[in-house]
């Protein structure tokens, strides 16, 4: 039923978006009652086991406008439920919509309501004809659902895999039944992954019969495959049978027991007592959780637990925002947790260069609260775990601490070799040897408290097992630092960063990725890079970054920085376009401005062209 219609008046501006607003919104009605009308013949003949509850709802697909997030859509679902939201290769975004049966007409008056209401003064002419994010609305298909790999979906409606099924949690009841009833496996409640809107379901069988229970149960969110058992949800998330078994090989040396030094060439592992020219410690490091906190029990989560917990509460305070934290932090907002964000520095992840380190916090305070500065006490609560600090207090149902690791040296015996050790009883170890003073031990990995990452970890067990093989010592030169927190967007730093660096001997160029034209493109267009250069000669020195891909662009650099190349070094090489090291020229054209022109043979020299998107 179309509603009457009221003249906006004679202004041309507002007759104009009226008449563009009429045409969508009719537009987007009639597709509306074809997705409806095309569900419910796909309803009715729907082959369900005898006793099995009729849909009570449709799926359909909404694509919104590229750039409009899907929350948009959250003013317009009246009890409607969102599910997969996929992104187009033009940035639009497709949503799985489950419409309840009795709000159809809810949902319907929401597009006639828009393309038939008169327009207000103020309103602005759209660009193009597009005046609302919803483009097009369209019956779901099980791609609307599929958010992995297009070419792990199976064409074949035979073909039989272990899907992984993310279901709404007050329907999961329903789709374990029917999937039951319809001869599919179900893994059992150990394997499956708990969250606070959805959970995990293993299932196994026929992409038909998933098909089936997909549009029989309007409890389905999205769907993802799985590997060959549901264990995929358990021991496989660990990775650590792999490591373990690295050592089954070596029969009786392989000797499973607490060993501590007793001197510099002597071993006490249990009832073993092992004489060694040289020894490797590598006793790893152990997540820091206060004394106090000990009292919150298994509500104190850290690092080394998170993933073993089958289930995720509503509310979590994450106490520690270096890497680990914020990505951590970011990903538990993204299942739907409400998150709080605390850390004792004034900059987030361990930036140093203060531009970038607002930016990263202006970015990610938009999905999760962030209190910087601040000390953090904890209390007991009647609903949960009271979080106090300076300026305010919120209660949470568990806390994740990521205050950083602590060296495994305790009990090692460091005491014994008779080297100067500090207040936390660390000895001094030679980077380049991994060697423990004059001493034939060597200390690699996270527990020397030097490089706590994975690629440095492996080099300092490399390092130290070339020493301790050799009769002179083997001094070996490190890598370029490179650290990388995998957020998004990604936070990088390489080479030098520029809380190490002397202002006064460093030339600093920049670039926004808010309007460089590749970021545009793929919506991704935030964040800020920043290079540091030596004065005297344009060697370039280190770089830090929040921005996309900047995983990619931190190796780029850290080649670079490795080669001990200039700024002119860089813009002799090609950038192409679009891409996203089109930014990283004009940061490196802003240093080449403050130096020395080139020749005029030289394509370093070439400047921007004055075009923004292609720059």
Not at 181 to 192: A, E, K, M, P
Not at 262 to 289: F, M, Q, T
Not at 359 to 381: K, S, T
């Amino acid at each position: 039923m179309v509603r009457d219609y009221k003249s906006p008046g004679s202004n041309a501006r507002q007759r104009t978006l009226q008449r563009i607003r009429e045409e969508h919104g009719r537009r987007l009605v009639g597709e509306l009652n074809a997705a409806l009308q095309f569900a419910d013949q796909r309803r009715e003949v729907l082959d369900l086991p005898d006793g099995a509850p009729p849909p009570d709802g449709v799926y359909l697909e909404v694509e919104l406008a590229p750039g409009v997030g899907p929350t948009t859509l959250e003013r317009k679902r009246e009890r409607t439920r969102q599910g997969a939201v996929t992104v187009t290769a033009n940035g639009a975004r497709r949503i799985a919509l489950f419409v309840p049966d009795d709000t159809r007409d809810v949902f319907d008056a929401v597009f006639r309501d828009y393309a038939f209401t008169e327009v207000e003064d103020g309103e602005k002419i759209p660009k193009k004809s597009r005046v609302e994010p919803v483009e097009h609305v369209r019956t779901a298909r099980l791609q609307t659902f599929w958010r992995d790999d297009p070419d792990a979906l199976p064409d074949d409606p035979q073909a039989e895999m272990w899907w992984a099924l993310w279901c709404f949690r007050d329907r999961v009841e329903r789709v374990d039944d029917l999937a039951q009833r319809l001869g599919l496996t179900v893994g059992d409640d150990d394997t499956r992954l708990r969250f606070p809107e959805v959970i995990v379901l293993p299932v196994h069988g026929r992409r038909a019969v998933i098909e089936l229970l997909l549009f029989s149960t309007g409890g389905i969110a999205e769907i993802r495959r799985a590997t060959d058992t549901p264990a995929v949800f358990t021991d496989e998330l660990h990775g650590i049978s792999g490591v373990l078994k690295a050592t089954e090989d070596l029969g009786s040396r392989n000797i499973a027991a607490h060993a501590r030094l007793d001197g510099p060439n002597r071993l006490i592992a249990g009832e073993h007592v092992i004489e060694a020219k040289r020894i490797v410690l590598a006793p790893g490091s152990s997540p820091i959780v206060p004394e106090q906190w000990r009292a919150f029990g298994d509500r104190i989560i850290t690092s080394d637990t998170l993933f073993e917990q089958k289930d995720l509460p509503r509310r979590i305070g994450v106490v520690g925002l270096g890497a680990i934290g914020v990505e951590i932090a970011q990903a538990l907002a993204r299942l739907g947790i409400e998150v709080y964000g605390f850390d004792g520095a004034d900059r987030i992840a361990g930036v140093s260069d203060e531009r970038i380190a607002q930016v990263a916090q202006d970015l990610l305070a938009q999905e999760f609260a962030i209190h910087l500065g601040a000390q953090v006490e904890l209390a007991e609560a009647d609903d949960g775990i009271e979080m106090r600090w300076d300026g305010g207090n919120v209660v949470v149902d568990k806390v994740i601490a990521s205050v950083g690791r602590r060296p495994n040296l305790k009990g090692l015996g460091l005491d014994t070799l008779g080297v100067p050790l500090d207040d936390k009883g660390m000895p001094e170890v030679d980077s380049n040897t991994m060697r423990i003073g004059d001493t034939t031990i060597f200390l690699a990995g996270d527990a020397n408290g030097q490089r706590p990452l994975l690629h440095e970890g492996a080099d300092d067990g490399h390092i130290a097992g070339l020493n301790a093989t050799s009769e002179n010592p083997i001094h070996l030169s490190r890598r370029i630092p490179l650290s990388v927190v995998f957020s998004d967007p990604q936070i990088a730093s390489v080479g030098q960063r520029a809380g190490e660096l002397n202002p006064r001997t460093i030339l600093t160029g920049e670039v926004s990725f808010a309007r460089q034209g590749r970021a545009r493109t793929m919506q991704e267009n935030y964040g800020l890079l920043r290079l540091y250069a030596a004065r005297e000669n344009g060697r370039l020195l280190g770089a830090e970054m929040v921005a996309p891909a900047a995983e990619h662009m931190g190796h780029l650099l850290a080649l670079a920085i490795g080669q001990k190349l200039t700024v002119h070094d860089l813009l002799r090489m090609p950038f192409y376009h679009p891409t996203l090291e089109e930014g990283l020229r004009t940061a490196l054209r802003m240093i080449a401005r403050e130096l020395p022109p080139c020749s005029i043979s030289d394509l370093a020299g070439c400047g921007p062209i004055g075009v923004e998107a292609l720059e």
